[in-house]
């Protein structure tokens, strides 16, 4: 990590979308590609993809440069050597599966009143593997009639199952992104770290 860059880290304002140039402003991800060295990029080698996908996810629909600020800026130092095999990937998408099942699809079914729906999705095992995440998708669809963050939920649960992590991160960002509950979205992120934890280290990992 560069330490001249991380002590400018509380001036840095968060932009939507991509840009040419740092200079010409940065989203979450490009301020991570930053803050570690790398050349300008929102895709940087020293950054999980399952993770980059979903804080892209998150950036662009939070639709106050503030809020969006405020949330994310405090996790760019803690992506940084967050990149991990596989096995690392498939877990941190089932941690957003389990989080777009029984944390954003519930929210959004409470609000349209549908209590019992949301009770018994807070209420299925923890998405931790395939079966988990099979079982989770069959819940959500059942929902998806009353929410269409429920379907995302599914969404996310099937790509879990199906190991497409990326796929699940995104479906997930974009529930948490649906019902606005941008401080949930950021506690699924931090929980994707911690599942393989982050080196930050100043030179990115090459690609496994």
Avoid at 182 to 196: F, P, Q, S, T
Wanted: glycine share 6%; charged share 25%.
């Amino acid at each position: 990590m560069n330490a001249e860059r991380l002590a400018q880290l509380d001036t840095l304002t968060l932009k939507h979308g991509s840009h040419e140039s740092a200079q010409a402003g940065m989203c979450a991800m490009e301020a991570v590609s930053w803050l570690a060295g790398e050349p300008h990029s929102d895709a940087p080698r020293c950054a999980c993809p399952v993770i980059t996908r979903a804080v892209i996810q998150l950036n662009d629909r939070i639709g106050n440069e503030a809020t969006r600020t405020e949330l994310l800026r405090p996790l760019l130092p803690k992506i940084i050597g967050t990149r991990a095999g596989r096995d690392v990937m498939i877990a941190r998408g089932f941690v957003a599966a389990d989080m777009s099942v029984r944390v954003f699809a519930p929210l959004a079914l409470e609000a349209r009143g549908q209590l019992d729906l949301a009770k018994s999705l807070r209420e299925l095992r923890p998405v931790v593997d395939r079966e988990t995440a099979l079982e989770a998708e069959k819940a959500a669809y059942a929902a998806a009639t009353y929410a269409d963050t429920a379907d995302a939920a599914a969404r996310a649960a099937y790509a879990a199952y199906a190991a497409d992590t990326v796929g699940a991160a995104v479906y997930a960002a974009y529930a948490a992104a649906r019902r606005k509950v941008y401080a949930e979205g950021v506690r699924m992120i931090e929980r994707m770290i911690e599942v393989g934890g982050s080196t930050n280290q100043a030179e990115p990992e090459e690609k496994r």
